[in-house]
């Protein structure tokens, strides 16, 4: 194959707005976008105002192999989220240079990657996860008896599946209950910021990304999450638990402490990637389930379709829409020549859509088989708390099938606005309890 330059793959200029266009991900179009990109520029340059050019790697294949070679493909070298030109000259004159806010596991890459990683691993395996199981379906089954309160009708997103995840996390992290709010308001604060119904009251904005528009993220947001684990994890340097905070508390890098940018970059990424993403996926089983009777009566039938039910809601709701990678050497990659420092993005909808891979993927089957789906990436950044949401989901709906006679949609459902991690706002549902 001939090597080919970015000049001959430019994404057609529509698309590529698309792809950095928030509405986009909540009205659709960013699914039709992907659709035409696997099909005539699988490996593109998407070039919108405001923000330098990126590769967009649109097949499952690709995205694979990109995620799989960590080396050649970093994850901090640049921004792992799209942001603005105007952003990020911002943030490097914060961070003295840096193009991060945070320093979480996603900004690293070897050698301190494997590292910090294994501070917390041990505590999102399986083995670890057992001996939550029974407190997690305590929380479960008290959501499936406030929602059977609701008399049969309520904001499946809002009242239930909003909150389910995220008391989960937050007790696993030592949160007390009556900070939960906070948390959730801080969360959706940072992962909504472009949705006008979530984002921070007061601030612009933006519609669509641009130089002269606001940049997306908030400052304050991080801070307050900070000032919040400052003070946690304070208590628990103090007088460790046997929680997760205790454990980032007290953790040592090359037998020194982290550092206090460290220690609360591990803390925002757990209680935010924790419960946002995981919620959007009840969000999004419950909203297929409403307009398929057919698939809920498959797996009420057959309730070990549960895991199966589990993933393909992941795959389906895809809540985290793209990370970026950053090319660090000259290298061909699906025929195209890359430059070093080139940005690339990872649409994970779109490989979870990938004709190549799923049969009919538009259709929404709690028997799917198989289904490798990569809503939890690949490779050395595989999702950390995997287990815990697969885990959270499968009991959620081992306590709820068995009394779900039926649903439907009551209204009409809306996704939120965001390029990086969105999913369902608003689903009003009418249901039926045995
Ligand atoms: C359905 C739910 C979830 C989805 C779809 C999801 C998705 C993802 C994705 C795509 C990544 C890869 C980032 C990359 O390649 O750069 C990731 C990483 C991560 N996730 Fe999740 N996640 C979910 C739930 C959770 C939960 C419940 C937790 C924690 C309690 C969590 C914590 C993390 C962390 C810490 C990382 C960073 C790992 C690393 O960079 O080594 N996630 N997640």
């Known amino acids: 194959m001939s090597v080919m330059t970015a ?6 200029q529509d698309l590529a707005d698309s792809l950095g266009t928030p509405s986009a991900y909540a009205d659709g179009t960013v699914l039709e976008t992907y659709r035409w990109l696997r099909k005539n520029q699988p490996f593109g340059v998407a070039k919108i105002e405001g923000v330098d050019p990126f590769w967009v790697a649109t097949r499952h294949a690709d995205i694979l192999e990109i995620s799989r070679q960590n080396d050649l493909f970093h994850s901090g070298d640049r921004s792992p989220t799209l942001t603005t030109q105007v952003m990020d000259k911002r ?7 840096s193009p991060h806010l945070l320093r979480t596991l996603v900004q690293m890459d070897a050698p301190d990657h494997p590292k910090y990683r294994a501070l917390t691993q041990g505590w999102f395996m399986p083995q670890n996860l057992r001996s939550l199981e029974e407190r997690i379906r305590k929380i479960a089954r008290a959501a499936v008896d406030k929602m059977a309160d609701l008399g049969g009708e309520c904001d499946f ?37 472009a949705d006008p119904e979530l984002g921070r009251q007061g601030d612009a904005t933006p519609t669509k990304m641009g130089a002269d528009e606001e940049p997306q993220m908030d ?29 980032i508390a007290n953790s040592q890098i090359d037998g020194a402490p982290i550092s206090d940018l460290e220690a609360m970059s591990y803390y925002i990424i757990v209680a935010a990637a924790g419960h946002d993403t995981t919620s959007s996926s009840v969000g999004g089983a419950m909203w297929a389930l409403a307009e398929r009777p057919k698939e809920l009566a498959k797996v009420r039938a057959d309730l070990s379709l549960i895991p199966g039910l589990v993933d393909e809601s992941i795959r389906w709701t895809t809540p985290v ?36 891979v799923f049969e009919a993927p538009d259709d929404f089957r709690v028997d799917r088989k198989p289904n490798k789906h990569l809503a939890f990436g690949y490779g050395a950044h595989l999702c950390l708390g995997q287990h815990l949401a697969k885990m959270e989901m499968r009991i959620l709906w081992e306590e709820m099938l068995p009394r779900l006679k039926s649903v439907e949609l009551a209204g009409t459902p809306a996704l939120s606005e965001a390029v990086f991690v969105n999913g369902p706002k608003r689903l009003p549902i009418r249901f039926e309890f045995a």
């Open 321 to 356: 829409k793209t990370f970026m990678r950053t090319a660090t050497q000259d290298t061909e990659f699906a025929g195209r020549q890359l430059k070093q420092n080139d940005w690339i993005m990872l649409c994970y909808a779109s490989g979870n859509r990938d004709e190549a």
């Open 91 to 97: 943030v490097r004159e914060m961070m003295g240079g």
């Open 157 to 193: 997103v809002q009242q239930v599946a909003l909150h389910y995840p995220l008391h989960v996390i937050m007790t696993i992290l030592g949160v007390p209950e009556s900070d939960e709010p906070r948390m959730l308001k801080l969360t959706q604060e940072l992962f909504g910021a």
């Open 7 to 12: 000049a001959d793959h430019r994404i057609p």
């Open 219 to 247: 400052f304050g947001v991080i801070i307050d999450f900070s000032n919040y684990f400052r003070a946690l994890s304070e208590e628990r340097r103090k007088n460790p638990t046997d929680d997760l905070a205790s454990v």
